[in-house]
């Protein structure tokens, strides 16, 4: 609340306005004032006068002369602190910091776009060999070249094999090729005798077989009579001599039999006797078409 001083007003009342008028101006003034005066019962000493508690008619006094300015006072303690002021200009740009530490590694990105091929590597090892490949198509004929010759003989001196039927004599051949034929010959004498109407049979055989293709390699000796006062022992010479095809590549025996002839019992045979035989085998090309 404002508490009006009244040393101003009153020294201006009583400079400027007459007294006469003043008699009745400041009782009127001060009786209204008085008892807010008069609330501090302690100011009894104030230089306006002093009324007391009773009812105040006081008589004004003279106004003093204005005293002079007082000692400063004491400081007065701190305001609170203002309000952050506008922010300033931008300072000038500071020197380069140092190298701040390496930071951690990042997450995984996306899956870039496919990079442009590559140049081309190292030549590799050599692979494992691969399955035989199917069989390809006959080529052409070949020219007709020549037949190295491929033969042999077996000979016999003085044999004299009296045998009538079973193997008389076997000769080893190597064959070369399975398409080739074998001609084969047997030279020397072939007998009968003391029999009449009678027959024997020399055959060929390859690998205990008679050949087949295309025919059995055979010469059978026949004599209507030979015993008694016609006894015959008639030693000739003798050839049987074929061409067998069909026989595989390799070790072929070939073998010379003596048996009986279709149709006929057994007889007295003589293979060979004081000269020479032989049993001749060569590989042939095959016959023509
Ligand atoms: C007188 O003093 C009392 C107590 O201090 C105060 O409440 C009151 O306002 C004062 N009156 C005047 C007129 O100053
Ligand atoms: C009354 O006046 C005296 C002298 O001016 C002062 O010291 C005192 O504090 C005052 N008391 C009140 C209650 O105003
Ligand atoms: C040849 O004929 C005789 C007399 O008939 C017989 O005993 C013999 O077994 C025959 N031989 C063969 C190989 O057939």
New binding site residues.
């Given amino acids: ?1 404002f ?1 009006p001083q009244f040393d101003t007003p009153i020294m201006l009342f009583c400079m400027k306005i007459p007294s006469a008028i003043m008699l009745w101006i400041v009782p009127l003034l001060l009786i209204p004032l008085c ?2 005066n008069s ?2 019962s302690s100011n009894k000493n104030s230089q306006h006068g002093s009324c007391g508690y009773s009812p105040c008619f006081c008589a004004p006094g003279i106004p003093g002369i204005p005293g002079s300015p007082g000692p400063a006072g004491p400081a007065g303690t701190s305001g609170s602190p203002g309000n952050n002021g506008l922010e300033g200009p931008m300072g000038p740009r500071g020197v380069k910091g140092d190298e701040g530490p390496r930071g951690k590694q990042g997450l995984t990105g996306p899956k870039g776009g496919t990079g442009s091929t590559g140049p081309a590597g190292p030549l590799g090892s050599k692979g494992d060999a691969g399955p035989p490949g199917s069989q390809g198509t006959s080529g052409p004929k070949g020219a007709s070249g020549s037949f190295a010759r491929n033969w042999k003989q077996c000979v016999y001196k003085h044999m004299n094999d009296g045998r009538d039927s079973g193997l008389i004599k076997e000769c080893i051949f190597k064959k070369t090729s399975d398409s080739t034929s074998l001609r084969v010959y047997w030279s020397g004498q072939l007998c009968i005798c003391n029999c009449d109407n009678c027959c024997k049979r020399w055959y060929f055989t390859f690998n205990g077989a008679e050949c087949s293709a295309p025919a059995a390699i055979d010469a059978i000796v026949y004599m209507r009579y030979g015993t008694g006062s016609r006894l015959k022992n008639l030693h000739r010479p003798r050839h049987v001599e074929g061409v067998c095809d069909k026989i595989h590549k390799g070790t072929v025996r070939v073998g010379f039999w003596v048996g009986n002839c279709s149709g006929y019992g057994s007889a007295d045979a003589v293979t060979g006797w004081i000269s020479v035989s032989r049993m001749f085998v060569e590989e042939i090309p095959p016959p023509q078409a």
């Fill in positions: 609340m508490i008892p807010a609330n501090n």
